[in-house]
């Protein structure tokens, strides 16, 4: 599919970009392409997708900075193949490293990755993986992953789990949502982010970002982060809640400063010839 320019400036390009995992699924997502080869990679949560009004506005500030970003739908999720899972940390981690390659490949300078929710968890687990990014947003992560299950899944999901091999979750109004296999719980109650978060580089710079008023993940997990990644830096918003409700502004300009403030951010933004 050709480019398009982008309403908001000129010197930019958006391209619908598809790139296979090492499952062999299709990972759709969209490149914002500035006058740079200068990358940052922007990763949604639990249940959203690239279209997430705070990646979208994530993007555009960034190429308003002359960097170029990409957002995209994990496999299972949005216009992604795959099947979507409830866990799945590790091979969303995986996603993103194919997304990393391919990029790389594509001789883009990845200066960054940031991710809102479930997808701050997806940046710091492939960080403790991988030590090729300098820099790491974290915002609204959740540390205790066995925490905040029983919220989705009712009381007693783990003996409902055990008795039925899985658990279906409906809305408000009883309609199917997704299904939660014991396999996919596992998953997630399995992923250490104690050891994942001190497994980081010490040269990889971190930011965790949370609201005082998040009400999906406690603030308390952001301290967390704070103690155990060797490298971080933790900026907690006053009033905000996990969607940063009124305090858009403030978000990105944490988020632009933190990425600005990379030694020699300002020459690398030359464009390559």
């Known amino acids: 599919m050709s480019p398009e320019k982008s309403p908001e400036s000129s010197v930019v390009r958006e391209q619908r970009v598809t790139i296979s995992n090492k499952h062999g699924e299709n990972l759709v997502g969209l490149l914002h392409q500035a006058c740079s080869k200068n990358l940052v990679i922007l990763c949604h949560g639990f249940r959203a997708t690239k279209d997430d009004s705070i990646l979208v506005d994530l993007a555009y500030a960034l190429t308003r900075e002359g960097v170029s ?6 496999a299972g999720n949005g216009e992604s193949e795959g099947q979507f899972q409830y866990g799945n940390y590790r091979r969303e981690a995986d996603d993103l490293h194919s997304v990393v390659s391919y990029f790389t490949e594509q001789e ?20 403790s ?11 609204s992560g959740r540390f ?4 905040g299950i029983d919220g989705r899944l009712g009381k007693n ?13 409906r809305n408000r109004k009883g309609e199917f949502e997704y299904q939660v296999t014991e396999e996919s719980l596992k998953d997630r109650l399995s992923t250490d982010t104690l050891l994942s978060s001190r497994s980081i580089s010490k040269c990889c710079r971190i930011l965790t970002i949370h609201g005082s008023k998040d009400e999906i993940v406690p603030v308390e997990d952001a301290l967390m982060f704070a103690a155990n990644i060797p490298n971080h830096e933790l900026h907690i918003i006053a009033e905000a809640n996990h969607r940063y409700t009124g305090h858009e502004k403030e978000l990105k300009a944490l988020v632009l400063d933190f990425i600005k403030s990379q030694p020699n951010f300002s020459s690398s933004l030359r464009p390559k010839l």
Not at 69 to 74: I, L, T, Y
Not at 130 to 136: G, K, L
Not at 159 to 168: E, F, L, S, T, V
């Open 144 to 147: 205790a992953l066995e925490r």
């Open 129 to 139: 993986m991988n030590h090729d990014i300098p820099v790491i947003v974290n915002i």
């Open 69 to 74: 970003a990409f957002r995209f739908d994990f």
């Open 157 to 169: 999901f783990m003996q409902r789990i055990k008795k039925d091999g899985y658990i279906d979750v």
């Open 108 to 127: 883009y300078n990845i200066i960054g990755l940031v991710g809102h929710s479930k997808g701050g968890n997806a940046v710091l687990l492939y960080a």
